[in-house]
Structure formats: structure tokens, C-alpha cells
Nanobody, 122 residues
Framework: QVQLAESGGGLVQPGGSLRLSCVASGFAFSTYAMSWYRQAPGKERELVASITDSGRTDYPDSVKGRFTISRNNDKNTLYLQMDNLEPDDTAVYRC????????????????WGQGTQVTVSS
């Protein structure tokens, strides 16, 4: 069974930085594209970064230039370096292989990890 364990969140001031980690198991991590998503109360889940098996990355405009996704396949670990954080970045952050989501629908919540809370506030 796919297992995803996020960590590294916390409370930071605007302009601060955090580095999130996601340890994955239950599938061939190195062969799958991976993504980070976030969800704030009352808002839809938002894709914030993706990385292919070959290391190519993609970001939406909302985080481009501030977030960096990377992976260590030897450790089955995905990372998200977040710099120059803004209050609107406040959300629960979760990782998932890209097969969790189609363009319009993702797997039910119980398939996902617990996520890690990022709070950006002064």
C-alpha cells in the first residue's frame, strides 16, 4: 500500500523559509513523477510543484521563483524548499505521486498522508 509521510512544516514569519520532506513507500518511487499539493481551509487543493522521474520540474505562477522541488531517489524522499514565504502560503502541504490525480479529480483523502502544516504569519 502506498504510504506518504510529510514533515518539516511549522510557523514562520513572512519572508521566511521552510524545507518540507516526504518519505514515500509502497511503490517504485524512483520511476514516478511526484508532486506537492496544498490545501487551506475553505479552498480547493492546489498543485504547487511537480517533478518527473528524470528531474524536470514545474510550478504554478503562485510559487514560481520561491519554491523548489527536488527528490532523492536513494532515500525515497521528496523535498520542497520554500523561500520568501507569504501569508497566502498557509496551508496543509501533502505529497503524492502524480497518478493520485487526474486533471480534474484526485484520490479520496484517506489515500493521502496526514500532511504537514505550514503557517506564515507575523
Amino acid at each position: 500500500q502506498v504510504q506518504l509521510a510529510e514533515s518539516g512544516g511549522g510557523l514562520v514569519q513572512p519572508g521566511g523559509s521552510l524545507r518540507l520532506s516526504c518519505v514515500a513507500s509502497g511503490f517504485a518511487f524512483s520511476t514516478y513523477a511526484m508532486s506537492w499539493y496544498r490545501q487551506a481551509p475553505g479552498k480547493e487543493r492546489e498543485l504547487v510543484a511537480s517533478i518527473t522521474d528524470s528531474g524536470r520540474t514545474d510550478y504554478p505562477d503562485s510559487v514560481k521563483g520561491r519554491f523548489t522541488i527536488s527528490r532523492n531517489n536513494d532515500k525515497n524522499t521528496l523535498y520542497l524548499q520554500m523561500d520568501n514565504l507569504e501569508p497566502d502560503d498557509t496551508a496543509v502541504y501533502r505529497c503524492a505521486p502524480n497518478f493520485f490525480c487526474s486533471p480534474s479529480l484526485c484520490y479520496p483523502d484517506h489515500y493521502w498522508g496526514q500532511g504537514t502544516q505550514v503557517t506564515v504569519s507575523s
